[in-house]
C-alpha cells in the first residue's frame, strides 16, 4: 500500500507546492535509483490553481473535465483513475493526474451537497495504491472540503511552516482539523509527519525563534529547515522541479545534492521521509 502523504496548511504561500514537487521528484529519483518495488511515485494535485502540475506535467498537465482529477471527486460513477494516469516530463516514474482550474472550482462548489463528500479522493485512489510507493498530494490554501478530503485520502501530513508569528497562529486550526478527521471520519492512523519551516531566512532573528518555538513544542516533528533561495523560485518559473533544474555533476548513484543548497536540503527532506515512513511500507 502507497504512503499518501498530504502536504497541508491552509495558509497561503507558506511552500506547499515547492515542498509537494521537490519531494515528489526526489523521491522518484532516489527510489528509481534504488530499484523499489514498486517505485512509483504519483503527485495529485488537489488545489485547483493548479500550481505543481506545471511542474510536472507543463504543458500536457490540462485535461477536459471528465478527464480531469475534479471528474473523480463528483462524478456518479466516477471514471477509471488508470486512464488518466500520465507521465511526468522529467522524472520517468513520476506520475500525475491531469487538471482543470474550472472543474475544480466547481468540484468544491458540488461537493458540500454530495453524499461521501470527504471520502472522494480516497476512495478515487484506492484501485492505485498498489501501484505507488508513494502519494504526495499538494492542497489549497484553505481548510475545505477539498483540503478534507487529501487529509482522509492521506496516511502522513507533512506541515510547511512560514517562520513568522502569523504563520504559527493557523497551525491550531488545522491540527484541529487533523483531529477531527481522526475522530469523527475513522481514520485514528493519520499521523503528523512533520512540520518543515521554510522560506527561512537566514539572518532573521524572528526566524530562529519560530524554529525554537518548533523545536521545543514538537522536538519529534520539527524537520530540518528549508532556507529561501532563488533556485526554487527560478526551477518552479522554469517548470522544473529543483533536482532537475539544479542536478550534480553525476546521477550515477542515484545523487540528489548537487552545488544547490535547495537541492540538498530537499534531498534531506526526501531521505528524512524515507526514514520516518519505512517500517510502514514493509
Ligand atoms: N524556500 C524557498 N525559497 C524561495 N522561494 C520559495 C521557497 N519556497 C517557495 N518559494 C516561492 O514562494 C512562492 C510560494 O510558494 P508555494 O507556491 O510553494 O507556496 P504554497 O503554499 O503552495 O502557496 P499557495 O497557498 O498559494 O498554494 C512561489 O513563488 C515559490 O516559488
Ligand atoms: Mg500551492
Known sequence: MAIVIAVANQKGGVGK??????LAAGLAIKLRHEGTHPGKILLVDADPQGHGLMAVGFGRHLAAPEESLAALLVET???SIQRMLRQGI????LDYIPGNTQAMVAARARLPSLLAREQRLARALAPIADTYAYIIIDTPPTLDDLMINALVA???VLIPVE????GLTGLKDLQ????QVRLHLAKDDLRILGYLPTRCVQQRVEVQEIVDYLREHYPERTLQPIHETTDLTYAHSAHMDVF???PPRSRQDGRLESSSRATQEYARLVNEVVRRTRPQSG
Open 176 to 179: 484541529h482539523a487533523i483531529e
Open 77 to 79: 460513477p466516477p471514471p
Open 90 to 93: 522529467h522524472q520517468s516514474n
Open 163 to 166: 517562520p513568522s508569528y502569523l
Open 154 to 156: 492521506a496516511t502522513h
Open 244 to 246: 532537475t533544474y539544479r
Open 17 to 22: 507546492t515547492t515542498t509537494a514537487v521537490n
